[in-house]
């Protein structure tokens, strides 16, 4: 096991707690700008600016069901015993432009979403009636404005569908089409590229050499960005050489929005993200009142980049993510819920803690809503390496710094990562 046990009282005097680290980051990345975007490419952006709708909702009075329009009052009293005719003058099938003149004793075969004629007070649904085209018998009186959609009873011209600030989810797209919209400014999605670091990485799936280990992190998190809103681009892994690293930095930053790396962050001789951007006075690298997570850089690139260098430690990153990248991701796409849902859940088990440092334990949640329990996903604990137990985990149980021990019935704050 690795769990480290370091967390010594005089390293709090220097080190900042999840809150600060996240306040500072949430404070440095930028709302991306926004642009106008067609509804297609708009799906799941954060609308930038209120759709109003251009005419009423709907547009014209029109038909709710298949049948005639006819004026009620030729058909007070009719019943299946005592039809009425009616002539039928006009066909309106959906999409007709036709405002046929419709007297008393007449009617219009009608379509849903045809325009009503004007005078017309009613439609009789098909099933009322014989069907008839020249002539139709009516078996039941309509009443007064019956299955009758009257224009702007959804919105009327000008009214907000859509406000400053919401997702674009399907139901939004479909209101502001129908508002007239065919592009609408939107924050775009934060592109964002994903490198691993060190040497000892392979792909999955090449034989492994003793020393060597596949990659997971930048499947971890390329996934996680995707999952976030934004749009991955996997570097992939880039050995614990500086010129190599800074060859790959340099050619990827001009074209994204924040990096994500990981590994190459502790204190190590090959720590090569530190190597490479600690001498930068626009990154920060330092420990953070967490486990697993301590060491964690962030700041900017010279060419504009967010950049964030997380541990290399698969837990640890994937943590790191939750913590920090996610939020700030959905920031810099303009949402304003950065936070993933909470729960408050009973452990099924004891475990320690680090004094001192908030521990964030991977956990799989059980039970019915309001009366969830976890268990720990991993039996290694929150131990950062123990990738494949991850996968277990449904959630991250957050224990706060002044804990050193959950007890099995403690009542936990979980962060639920299957769900927004
Ligand atoms: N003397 C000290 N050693 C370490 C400390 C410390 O304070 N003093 N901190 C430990 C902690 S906590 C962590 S977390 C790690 C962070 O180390 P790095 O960010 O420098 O990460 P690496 O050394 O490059 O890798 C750590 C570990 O993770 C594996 N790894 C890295 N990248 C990947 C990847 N893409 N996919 C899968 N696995 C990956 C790597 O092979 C190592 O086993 O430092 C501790 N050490
Ligand atoms: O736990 Mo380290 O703090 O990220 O393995």
């Not at 749009?231 to 994204?256: F, N, Q, S, W, Y």
Request: proline share 8%; net charge negative; charged share 20%.
């Amino acid at each position: 096991m690795t769990r480290d046990d370091d967390c010594a009282p005089s390293a709090r005097v220097y080190s900042r707690t999840v809150a600060e680290h996240l306040a500072i980051v949430l404070d440095a990345v930028p709302v991306l700008g926004a642009e106008r975007r067609s509804l297609d490419a708009a799906r799941g952006l954060v609308a930038a600016e209120d759709v109003r709708s251009a005419t009423a909702t709907p547009p014209f009075d029109n038909s709710a069901m298949d049948g005639y329009a006819v004026h009620s009052a030729d058909l007070r009293g009719v019943s299946e015993s005592a039809p009425v005719a009616l002539v039928v003058v006009a066909d309106l099938p959906a999409g007709s432009a036709d405002n046929p003149t419709i007297d008393f004793g007449q009617a219009a075969r009608i379509m849903t979403g045809a325009p009503i004629p004007d005078g017309i007070d009613a439609v009789v649904p098909i099933e009322h009636t014989d069907e008839g085209t020249a002539t139709v018998l009516v078996f039941r009186p309509p009443r007064a404005g019956a299955h009758l959609r009257r224009a702007g009873e959804d919105a009327a011209a000008g009214d907000r569908v859509v406000s400053a600030g919401s997702v674009m989810w399907p139901t939004r797209l479909a209101a502001a089409a129908s508002a007239g919209a065919d592009a609408i400014l939107v924050h775009p999605a934060p592109r964002v590229a994903v490198i691993s670091t060190g040497s000892e990485l392979v792909a999955p799936g090449h034989p492994l050499r003793r020393g060597q280990i596949p990659d997971s992190n930048s499947f971890l998190l390329s996934a996680a960005v995707t999952e976030a809103g934004g749009v991955a681009t996997r570097i992939g892994a880039v050995p614990d050489d500086p010129d190599a690293l800074r060859e790959v930095l340099a050619r990827i930053a001009p074209t994204v929005d924040a990096m994500v790396l990981s590994g190459g962050v502790s204190v190590g001789a090959f720590d090569v993200v530190k190597a490479v951007l600690a001498p930068l006075d626009t990154m920060f690298f330092g420990p953070i009142l967490m486990q697993p997570g301590k060491p964690q850089g962030f700041g900017r690139l010279p060419q504009g980049p967010v950049v964030f260098a997380l541990p290399g430690n698969p837990v640890s990153a994937y943590v790191s993510f939750e913590a920090f990248v996610r939020p700030a991701l959905l920031r810099m796409a303009g949402h304003t819920s950065l936070h993933r849902r909470t729960i408050t859940a009973v452990a099924d088990d004891a475990w320690t803690c680090p004094a001192g440092r908030m521990q964030y334990m991977p956990v799989v949640v059980e039970g019915e809503p309001g009366r969830e329990r976890v268990k720990r996903a991993t039996s290694g604990g929150s131990s950062s390496h123990l990738i494949a137990g991850l996968g277990r985990s449904t959630g991250l149980a957050v224990i706060p710094e002044q804990l050193d021990r959950v007890e099995a019935g403690d009542r936990l704050t979980v962060m639920v990562t299957t769900s927004p």
